[in-house]
Nanobody
């Protein structure tokens, strides 16, 4: 059974930092690309950062230079370090893992709320 469990969300003032974690189980973690998405009500889920199995990263324009994605294959965990947070970063953040071998295997975490407010 595949599980992705996010943690580290919460409330923070503008300019502050948070680090999200996503612990995976039930998958060969080192084979999977990992990503963080976020979603606000009535909007589509937005891809904000990804890291492939080789460690290459990509970021959405809205978070480039402020957020950093990383992975620890030994701990089967992906992280999102979020700095210089803005009110517009307020959203539910979701972890995703994806692996394609013929068919696509993709799983989601349950989400963690991040609120940036003064």
């Amino acid at each position: 059974q595949v599980q992705l469990v996010e943690s580290g969300g919460g409330s923070v003032q503008p300019g502050g930092s948070l680090r999200l974690s996503c612990a995976a189980s039930g998958i060969m973690f080192n084979l999977y690309a990992m990503a963080w998405y976020r979603q606000v009500p009535e909007k589509q889920r937005e891809l904000i950062a990804s890291i492939n199995s080789g460690g290459s990263t990509n970021y959405g324009d809205s978070v480039k230079g402020r957020f950093t994605i990383s992975r620890d294959n030994a701990k089967k965990t992906v992280y999102l370090q979020m700095n210089s947070l803005k009110p517009d970063d307020t959203a539910v953040y979701y972890c995703n893992c994806r692996y394609q071998a013929g068919s696509v295997h993709s799983y989601w975490g349950q989400g963690t709320q991040v609120t940036v407010s003064s």
